[in-house]
């Protein structure tokens, strides 16, 4: 563009300087003059047509959003096809002069007319808005902008990388202890045979009938005899060490902390509720109203998931998985087929039979967020597990326990710190808690001075801790 | 001496062995040793457990099939007795449009060739606001669309939510953009999508949907909803 410029001054100089040598010998400053003047004028020009370009590109930038948006993305296809080229691919298609534009404004007169537009029409089932509104220089902008784009194609890390390296670390590991183990046994053997054969060999040169039917076990019998009180306090402490490991391990019985079945499809939490902000409540939308926190059912996957197929390999993989699920073909428009699969999760959080736990009542009534039992989630990379008690601690806004997760324990004792909603006897939530506060009131105003001895009436001192709550 | 010998052995054996249970648990695919398997995994049905075996008994048609599936066709849950929520729960009398077949999935709807979504236009919201309800209707709708739509929406329903924020997501328009649509065309959308979106209706009741409606015309008019203090009439008229 400036050596453009430049060439064109240096053409213009020329002329008024050949001009003004033959004809009139113009004046240096007078010629200066009109020099600077055309420059103005180029210099304005020059202006006004970047402006209006600038103004175009802006309109286009503003109609295709508020207009085209919804349905069309620039660069892939959705509702409707991508329109990045729209116009190269009509004409390369065969379509008649201005077909395009009579498309936007009405697509079923464009299909009438041009047998290119009609056979765009069957892309979809979704028919096309109308926008007799527009304008054809609005409809050139609009193509001009979206023409103008350039793709990015980001680079986004991809899925199990970390996961994998770690595994792949730690199997390392057991293999140096097995090489090891067998490295010893091998060293104990050698050495224990050198003895051996060093023994027999002192014996021959003494003279003494070395007792070549004296087994391992006997030599064993044998030094053991002469050491026998080392040898019993040795095995009082091996068996002592035993019984508590024994007893420590006994205790592990039914804990499930670190529980992270494999799942399905890799679900990182930290893209879905930490990156892109969606509330827990809305895969798990049953948590408000009934027993369990329910899992998303394959189209809550697919009202994002129609349109977000991944960006990397890994990526792509696993949503191919919900599209396979949900019977979606995700090529060209994108549409249903109707083959459906299951999609079978394992069950993180089991908790017996002979608990109840009602997800609703702690969520809704008690007020309670989901990161005080599950969690923050919105950092979790990998597949959903039963996170250690010293995680939940960790936690922001959490009630600090010491007793392990999904245990007995751990129940009660957030029974007896938590406050029933926020504050002394809140009654915002629906008026629930109203009748048991209304009869302490009226009844029983000794006990109620008793609950509010420490300032906050706990689920404890309503009932929290009876039997029959949990277990029925 | 030999008894004695032979209960330290056995106790060395039983605990070698826990051990070795104990160990089971390092595997993430392994809940640990349960007490009661039983109980864990009982004949009881559970939601999202495998009942292809209980109890060593095999049964093929329920393998792995029980999970996360979508409530028949036409099911209401019970919403106890009171005659306006019950009238306001029954199945919604709009169709799906034959077309959404392949765009929205729709397994199991009825569909229809007319177009029902230009018929929604007139439909009026069934959750009537006045003065005494208003306020807790626009709080439940405030809870209810930043649970399920703001994502996407914006909190302030202007179409940047954290997921067109993130660049994940594109197209969502802004509820200013809408203002000619009825409140039953926005009902419709929700229920059975429209556009990229999809259908809301397994996620949301009837009377939840009427209750964003509700919210979402407050972002095109700030006084919508609004009354004056003297009198119980609505200053400003639904669009």
């Known amino acids: 563009m400036n050596s453009h410029i430049s060439t064109k001054f240096a053409f213009v100089e020329k002329c008024f300087f050949d001009v003004g040598l033959t004809v009139f010998y113009m004046k240096i400053s007078s010629s200066q003059m009109f020099r600077d003047l055309s420059k103005w004028c180029f210099g304005a020009l020059t202006l006004l047509l970047l402006t209006g370009a600038f103004n175009a590109q802006a309109q286009g930038d503003a109609l295709f959003k508020a207009k085209c948006a919804t349905c069309h993305q620039i660069f892939k296809d959705g509702t409707g096809p991508k329109l990045f080229e729209a116009r190269q691919k009509w004409s390369d298609g065969g379509a008649a002069e201005g077909s395009i534009f009579q498309w936007v404004n009405n697509w079923s ?82 050495v224990g045979g050198v003895r051996r054969q060093l023994k027999s060999a002192s014996a021959e040169m003494e003279g003494e009938a070395f007792d070549d039917e004296m087994t ?91 349109q977000v197929s991944g960006t990397t390999p890994e990526q792509q993989e696993q949503i191919q998985k919900i599209y396979d699920a949900a019977g979606y073909d995700p090529s060209g428009a994108g549409k249903y087929t109707g083959e459906t699969k299951e999609i079978v ?114 689920v404890m001192e309503l009932g929290g801790w009876e039997c029959a709550k949990c277990h029925y | 001496m030999k008894m004695k010998f032979r209960i330290i052995s056995s106790i060395a054996i039983a605990a070698v062995t826990t051990l070795m249970f104990g160990s089971c648990a390092s595997d993430p695919d392994s809940s640990g040793l349960e007490y009661m398997p039983d109980m864990y995994r009982s004949p009881a049905i559970e939601p999202y457990v495998d009942y292809g075996e209980v109890k060593g008994r095999e049964n093929t048609e329920l393998k792995l099939k029980q999970s996360a599936m979508t409530p028949p066709s036409g099911t209401i849950p019970y919403y106890g007795t009171d005659s306006a929520t019950v009238a306001l729960m029954m199945p919604y009398a709009r169709k799906a449009h034959t077309s959404m077949k392949t765009t929205h999935g729709m397994y199991g709807a009825d569909l229809t060739e007319v177009n029902e979504y230009d018929l929604a236009a007139s439909d009026k919201n069934p959750l009537a606001l006045d003065s005494e309800n208003s306020k807790e209707i626009f709080a439940t709708g405030k809870k209810l669309f930043s649970a399920n739509c703001a994502h996407c929406h914006g909190a302030k329903g202007d179409g940047n939510g954290p997921m067109v924020l993130s660049g994940a997501y594109a197209g969502v328009p802004d509820y200013a953009n809408l203002t000619n649509l009825g409140d039953g065309q926005l009902f419709y959308s929700i229920y059975y999508g429209k556009g990229m979106m999809g259908a809301h209706n397994p996620i949301l009741d009837k009377k939840e949907i009427w209750t964003l409606v509700h919210y979402i015309r407050k972002f095109q008019d700030a006084d919508y909803g609004t009354f004056s203090a003297a009198e119980n009439v609505e200053v400003v008229e639904a669009h």
């Open chain 1, 216 to 306: 391992y076990t006997d030599e064993l019998k044998q030094w053991a005899w002469s050491n026998r009180k080392f040898v019993a306090l040795g095995i009082v402490a091996v068996v002592l060490g035993l019984l508590v490991t024994l007893f420590l391990s006994l205790y592990s019985i039914g804990l499930v902390e670190n529980y992270q079945p494999s799942q399905p499809i890799a679900f990182p939490h930290s893209v879905h509720a930490g990156t892109n902000g969606i509330d827990c409540k809305y895969c798990h939308n049953s948590v408000t109203k009934s027993k369990t926190a329910g899992l998303p059912t394959v189209n809550v996957c697919m009202n994002c998931h129609k």
């Open chain 1, 109 to 190: 007169n464009a299909a009438a007319a041009d047998p290119y537009a009609q056979s765009v029409s069957t892309w979809s089932e979704t028919a096309m808005t109308a926008f007799p509104d527009l304008s054809k220089e609005q409809i050139t902008s609009i193509f001009d902008w979206v023409d103008s784009q350039e793709e990015v194609t980001a680079a986004v890390g991809s899925l199990g990388g970390a996961g994998g390296a770690s595994v792949e670390q730690e199997s390392g590991l057991g293999w140096v202890w097995i090489v090891l183990a067998i490295v010893f046994v091998v060293v104990i053997l050698a």
């Open chain 1, 345 to 458: 999760w394992n069950k993180v959080h089991v908790l017996p039979d002979h608990v109840y736990f009602n997800h609703s009542q702690h969520v809704e009534v008690g007020g309670v967020d989901c990161k005080q039992c599950h969690g923050d989630m919105a950092s979790m990379t990998e597949t959903a597990k039963v996170q250690t008690v010293e995680e939940l601690n960790k936690v922001e806004g959490n009630i600090q326990l010491t007793k392990t997760t999904l245990t007995m324990g751990w129940c009660i004792e957030c029974h007896k710190e938590k406050e029933i909603s926020n504050g002394v006897l809140d009654t915002k939530k629906d008026g629930y808690y109203d009748e048991i506060h209304k009869r302490l009131m009226d009844g029983d105003k000794e006990l109620y001075g008793k609950y509010l001895e420490d300032g906050k009436v706990t």
